[in-house]
T-cell receptor
Framework: AQKVTQAQTEISVVEKEDVTLDCVYE???????LFWYKQPPSGELVFLIR??????QNEISGRYSWNFQKSTSSFNFTITASQVVDSAVYFCALSEAQGTDKLIFGTGTRLQVFP | NAGVMQNPRHLVRRRGQEARLRCSPMKGHSHVYWYRQLPEEGLKFMVYLQKENIIDESGMPKERFSAEFPKEGPSILRIQQVVRGDSAAYFC?????????????FGPGTRLTVT
């Protein structure tokens, strides 16, 4: 069965600190996709990244970076030099290639960045 | 280039009333997904529709809930005889039609409160 685990319920950091949000997934499929979404206090969901299971290269986008490790079934998200505007709930999600593309979400990690 | 539109943004219903939630996908998108987010929880898949077809409703409660995506007009999630436990945020997402999965772009959500 598919499952996404975000063990960190809440993280608090001070501005300019680096922070890593963990995501561990379970799936029987060899082809699958992983996603990160951000949900700021306003409530909408903002797409951040999609990776497929064949591409294990790490990705960097500005202050954001993602570390995909198939060997440990993890897809961790790091924010470098965090800012107050990064405060949000972050969701990791999984979708299998064989199926209806529905997203299986983790329970989210609430990040609070204090000035 | 309008994003996914949902209305109403907030909906208050008394127990036993009906709730109708509307979702207009992004232009060019013909795949619609509905998710429910209970307070302090992650999003849970409910149903996946294409125009005039329900493709996967494995996440829908068996009773009182229905969804449609007609040839013309928005997708509708309908909840009959609402109960307090239906209070949640309901998100609609849309994606391109093609081999996927493509990114799902989410609407701002409808927050349903049942009194």
């Amino acid at each position: 069965a598919q499952k996404v685990t975000q063990a960190q319920t809440e993280i608090s950091v001070v501005e300019k600190e680096d922070v890593t949000l963990d995501c561990v997934y379970e799936t029987r499929d060899t082809t699958y996709y992983l996603f990160w979404y951000k949900q700021p206090p306003s409530g909408e969901l903002v797409f951040l990244i999609r990776r497929n299971s064949f591409d294990e290269q790490n990705e960097i986008s500005g202050r954001y970076s993602w570390n995909f490790q198939k060997s440990t079934s993890s897809f961790n998200f790091t924010i470098t030099a965090s800012q107050v505007v990064d405060s949000a709930v972050y969701f990791c999600a999984l979708s299998e290639a064989q199926g209806t593309d529905k997203l299986i979400f983790g329970t989210g990690t609430r990040l609070q960045v204090f000035p | 280039n309008a994003g996914v539109m949902q209305n109403p943004r907030h909906l208050v219903r008394r127990r036993g009333q009906e709730a109708r939630l509307r979702c207009s996908p992004m232009k060019g998108h013909s795949h619609v997904y509905w998710y429910r987010q209970l307070p302090e929880e992650g999003l849970k898949f409910m149903v996946y529709l294409q125009k005039e077809n329900i493709i996967d409703e494995s996440g829908m409660p068996k009773e009182r809930f229905s969804a449609e995506f007609p040839k013309e007009g928005p997708s509708i999630l309908r909840i009959q005889q609402v109960v307090r436990g239906d209070s949640a945020a309901y998100f609609c997402a849309s994606s391109l039609t093609s081999l996927g999965p493509y990114e799902q772009y989410f609407g701002p959500g409808t927050r349903l409160t049942v009194t």
